[in-house]
């Protein structure tokens, strides 16, 4: 386990450096791009997913991967990679609970998906992951948080401008769970509260 740390630390280093260059120089975006970075950080994701350590080591390098691929995003040439080795990693890993507390590292998922559900390509993976129910019932989860709220909600309305699916998917109800008109119901009358008076206590 100790070892597994070790090379976390390093990692988190290594593509904490790879997250800065690649921030905002488009040219260095291109080339990183052009040079297969986009498949080494998903081969990574699915490699720290394997570490014996805590959820915690987990999500300070992963913060560092996400943060770099978001930045890649900004290259529309990435975008055919993403969605054949990282776009489904990234919904697992929004949807895990040991990592539904990192609002950095679910933020930072947030913006890269809402970036390339635009991506025919790569909104059709996210349709075919399974998660389309789960990013609506996730805007209860982060109703607190604006900035992943409006993301969410933006992924939501890239998905069902272009897949029937992903609509059926949202206005299916099973079993005992709420409908989806209910949750964004909820969701209004929870903002609407907040409006009327900012101090009051949660709508449940």
């Given at each position: 386990?100790k ?10 280093y ?8 690649t921030?905002?120089?488009r ?22 997913m ?20 978001r ?12 969605a054949?080795s ?15 507390s990192?609002?950095e590292l ?10 390339v ?5 790569c ?7 399974g ?19 409006i993301?969410?909600?933006?992924i939501l ?15 299916t ?24 008076n ?7």
């Amino acid at each position: 386990m100790k070892n597994d740390e070790k090379i976390l630390d390093l990692l988190n280093y290594t593509i904490g450096t790879i997250k800065c260059f690649t921030q905002s120089n488009r040219d260095v975006q291109l080339e990183s791009v052009n040079h297969k970075m986009v498949p080494l950080l998903s081969m990574t994701i699915q490699k720290v997913m394997l570490f014996n350590c805590a959820p915690s080591k987990k999500a300070m390098i992963l913060v560092q991967i996400t943060g770099a691929l978001r930045n890649l995003a900004n290259i529309d040439k990435c975008h055919g990679q993403i969605a054949q080795s990282a776009v489904v990693r990234l919904c697992d890993i929004f949807f895990d609970s040991q990592f539904n507390s990192g609002k950095e590292l679910s933020l930072n998922i947030a913006r890269l998906l809402s970036k390339v559900s635009l991506d025919f390509k790569c909104a059709e993976k996210i349709v075919s992951s399974g998660h389309v129910l789960d990013f609506l019932n996730s805007m209860i989860l982060h109703r607190d948080s604006s900035a992943i709220l409006i993301r969410i909600a933006y992924i939501l309305g890239n998905l069902t401008t272009n897949f029937e699916d992903a609509r059926i998917k949202l206005c299916t109800r099973k079993g005992n769970q709420s409908s989806s008109f209910k949750t964004i119901l909820d969701l209004a009358c929870y903002y609407l509260e907040k409006d009327i008076n900012p101090a009051s206590p949660l709508v449940q």
